[in-house]
């Protein structure tokens, strides 16, 4: 048990496993994602990434194990864990009717925020993220890079001491990029801490200070990142660690001559 001198883990997740019918997705997957820390999640396509996060935040339930949000077991307490938590989960669905800051402050309303302070957050959000200029444009009409955005906004709203985002940066062009880089810089230098998915090595080697790597479902590294990194760059050692072969680096026969 967590003492005042060490503090419960931002997110602790022990032994979760997930079957969808005759295949494990998830076996056995424990990760410790330390309070204030900027954790990256990083793995080939298919490896589990998901499918271990949407059950970390309470979106999908495990067929073994615990998840806890500093300390509270998010399927015991699901009340109080997902109060603490911010997500963007992968292709999330948002109500498409809305505009933007409507969305923002029905949302932010939902969360139990008074009328004022809804409104003051979608303002502050909606101008943070670049998005002033579409604030009257359904969400229907968003590009993929805007609903990334705005989806991130809605995880922000509830003020939020964990956000738990999977690939926040997909289809997000490279100005909207740094912004976001910095919001989730701030987020943690405030205290806050963050768990990502990503595919892309050098965006978590740049941004993160710890590392889990899942391959088939198991986590086949974790640690700071320069642990994970054992000396190489993160793309070597992700490599190294989840076995691609020759295979990876050849062309097809067709081309080869």
């Not at 970390?56 to 603490?84: E, I, N, S």
């Not at 993929?144 to 939020?160: C, D, Q």
């Not at 595919?199 to 590392?211: G, K």
Request: contains cysteine.
């Amino acid at each position: 048990m967590p003492t005042p001198d060490s503090p419960a883990a931002a997110l602790e997740l022990t032994g979760l496993v997930k079957h969808f019918g005759p295949k494990t997705a998830v076996h056995d997957v424990t990760l410790t994602v330390p309070a204030g820390s900027f954790y990256g999640l990083v793995g080939p396509n298919g490896a589990g990434k998901t499918t271990s996060l949407s059950m970390a935040v309470g979106l999908l339930r495990p067929d073994a194990g615990t998840a806890r949000v500093f300390g509270t077991d998010v399927w015991a307490d699901p009340v109080q864990a997902r109060a603490r938590i911010g997500v963007l989960p992968d292709g999330l669905a948002l109500p498409e009717r809305l505009t933007g800051r409507e969305l923002l402050v029905y949302l932010a309303r939902l969360r139990g925020l008074n009328r004022d302070t809804a409104a003051g957050r979608a303002e502050e959000l909606l101008d943070l993220l670049d998005l002033l200029g579409a604030e009257r444009t359904l969400v229907n009409d968003y590009s993929t890079g805007m609903r990334k955005k705005i989806g991130l906004a809605t995880a922000l709203l509830h003020g939020p001491r964990l956000l738990v985002l999977d690939e926040p940066f997909e289809a997000v062009d490279p100005v909207s990029a740094m912004t976001i880089r910095g919001i989730l810089r701030g987020f943690v230098d405030g205290g806050g801490s963050v768990i990502l998915s990503s595919h892309v090595m050098a965006l978590v080697e740049q941004l993160c200070d710890h590392v889990g790597v899942i391959a088939t479902g198991r986590v086949v590294a974790a640690g700071t990142l320069d642990e994970v990194r054992a000396g190489d760059s993160l793309e070597n050692r992700f490599v190294t660690l989840v076995g691609a072969g020759d295979t990876a680096r050849r062309a097809p026969s067709w081309l080869a001559s």
